[in-house]
């Protein structure tokens, strides 16, 4: 199985179009448009698809992050951030236009997002970041960009994995968590594809 985009090639660096913080002074938001994606060669058996996009560069620690003066160090152990979860595409479907699942920032985070008929997404990881903001704190589900710490001294990886599935629907409703999709997803994969992007908003990784 494949996975592609026409927005940019495996390991290359995500256009800022499709994040949700662009440099700024030192960060504006950007367009937060959904990538591109396209795949093929799913197996026969393949009854529905799985996606997901998760950025396993995240600091584990906030101390220094967005701070005036101070650096995120490389070596500082990471987790990881979900950007997107999104279940019960159905298999007909091969193909998502840019700006298809995420026009936009949505303050408090989008509702109901756009997505393949009979799909459902997922809560993604701003839900917690904006948890103590409130101008912006809410569930945000579907798709909502890069937006990795300016002062980072790491590049941040985005991974797009597409998983095809022996089962036409999960048990999963809108808001689900990654671990409840990882646990849903148990047993039931027949191949899986990844496409990855970098990105960063630190002026030093250029």
Not at 62 to 89: C, K, T, Y
Request: proline share 8%; aromatic share 10%.
């Amino acid at each position: 199985m494949q996975l592609r985009s026409d927005n940019f090639q495996h390991g290359q660096s995500i256009p800022s179009k499709l994040a949700f913080g662009k440099r700024g002074a030192p960060v504006a938001l950007s367009d937060n448009l959904s990538p591109h994606l396209a795949w093929k060669e799913a197996p026969l058996a393949a009854r529905s698809f799985v996606l997901t996009c998760i950025d396993f560069d995240v600091p584990s620690k906030p101390d220094d992050v967005n701070q005036e003066g101070r650096s995120v160090p490389a070596d500082l152990p990471r987790v990881e951030f979900v950007h997107w979860l999104m279940a019960n595409i159905p298999v007909e479907c091969g193909e998502l236009g840019e700006g298809a699942c995420s026009e936009g920032i949505v303050a408090h985070g989008k509702r109901a997002p756009y997505g393949p008929p009979g799909s459902v997404q997922g809560i993604n990881d701003y839900t917690g970041w904006f948890a103590g903001d409130p101008d912006m704190r809410g569930e945000y589900l579907g798709y909502d960009g890069p937006c990795p710490p300016w002062n980072d001294s790491l590049l941040h990886h985005y991974h797009f994995r597409l998983y095809a599935l022996d089962v036409e629907h999960l048990k999963l409703a809108d808001g689900f968590t990654v671990s409840e999709l990882r646990a849903a997803m148990d047993g039931h994969v027949l191949a899986e594809a990844e496409l990855m992007g970098t990105y960063s908003l630190n002026p030093a990784l250029d």
